[in-house]
């Protein structure tokens, strides 16, 4: 019995021809009667979903469900194109419905090609249905097309989807290219070997692909995937510890401890040169900040030559040269003499 009924005591004058007795055919016997008693205000009310049957009933195992949808009845063409132009023009669930029971066959049939690729039937199945909805969903009755040609299309397509998306851990196939190799290659390989040269080219030129491409999904197909810790029972106390993945893929150089390190020592080699230049004479900075140092407006560096230094000291430019040969010797043995500083 239902929470929210009750069986309370009415007289038979006011039973309803739905309302359920217990007594003899004695027209005036006061009985118990089941009937449906009204929320009270404020009463937590069962949800009640729409008034529309599910398309399979609760069933035991994937084997009845299979059973249940290949008992299904079959549309004929006059019947398919009612009741999508019902579900079409009236928006009517029951229409959709008789559509998505007529093809659940269709979505099984499709889904068995997949099985090869490891994944649960029922997955597949499911993903499949998903597809039929959907195509369901944009079928044109007026088209002259029945729905089962229009419909292989969609559920094709979900279960693909699915199967690229969960063979792996890591997604093989991304482009058109990779999702066509994805579901041909195997079939398209004279063996289980590596595919050789005249192979490759044939498959290629078969599916309209590079030829490089066909050694790179190969590549990946014959992989696994592999945790970049390693096992996480390893033994950390055994004398020959595995290297896991991490630990040859990590480099020091990008350790952010290390970059810390490289950004800290460069600022300092930069204060002890710019001390190293201030400690220089004023004509010796001169010539060593327009030599080295001199930037254009876009911050490019366009050091001056020994002949205009000359022109605007009013000197050779062989003096130029020996007054930055002397300058660089003396910023050199003070940059040598910070070195420690630096590490």
């Known amino acids: 019995m239902h929470e929210d009924q009750d069986i309370i005591d009415v007289e038979d004058d006011n039973l309803e021809d739905t309302d359920v007795i ?16 009204p929320a009270s205000a404020g009463a937590v009310v069962p949800y009640q979903p729409a008034r529309l049957p599910a ?4 069933l035991g195992d994937l084997e009845a469900y299979i059973r249940a949808a290949n008992l299904a009845p079959i549309l004929s063409a006059e019947e398919e194109h009612d009741l999508a132009v019902r579900l079409r023009d009236a928006g009517d669930l029951s229409a959709a419905q008789q559509l998505v029971l007529s093809h659940l066959r269709l979505v099984v049939s499709v889904a068995r090609g997949y099985l090869g690729y490891g994944l649960p ?49 890591v997604k093989l196939a991304t482009t058109k290219n990779q999702r066509k190799l994805f579901f041909n290659l195997r079939q398209m390989k004279d063996s289980d070997k590596t595919l050789t040269t005249e192979e490759t080219q044939r498959i290629a030129q078969t599916l ?14 014959s992989g696994g995937d592999t945790s970049i810790d390693g096992r996480g029972d390893a033994d950390e106390d055994s004398a020959s510890p595995s290297m896991a993945p991490i630990d040859w893929l990590s480099r020091e150089e990008d350790e952010p401890e290390t970059i810390l390190e490289e950004k ?29 140092l001199n930037e254009d407006s876009q911050g490019n560096n366009v050091p001056k030559t020994l002949q205009e230094l000359a022109d605007e000291l009013g000197v050779s430019a062989e003096r130029i040269r020996q007054i930055e040969k002397k300058a660089l010797s003396k910023m050199r043995d003070a940059l040598l003499a910070s070195k420690e500083d630096i590490g």
């Open 22 to 37: 217990d007594a003899q055919d004695s027209p005036t016997v006061t009985c118990r009667a089941l009937k449906t008693r």
């Open 55 to 58: 398309v399979i009933p609760q």
């Open 121 to 169: 039937y029922a997955d597949l199945i499911q993903e499949g249905n998903i597809g039929l909805m959907k195509a369901i969903k944009h079928f044109d009755p007026d088209r002259g097309v029945r729905l089962m040609t229009f419909s292989v299309h969609w559920i094709r397509s979900e279960i693909q989807e699915y199967v690229v998306r969960n063979w792996r851990l």
């Open 208 to 221: 309209d692909v590079k030829p490089e491409e066909v050694r790179e999904m190969e590549a990946r197909m």
């Open 264 to 292: 800290s020592r460069e600022e300092m080699a930069r204060e002890q040169l710019k001390k190293a230049i201030n400690a220089l004479d004023a004509r010796s900075q001169h010539v060593i900040r327009s030599r080295w």
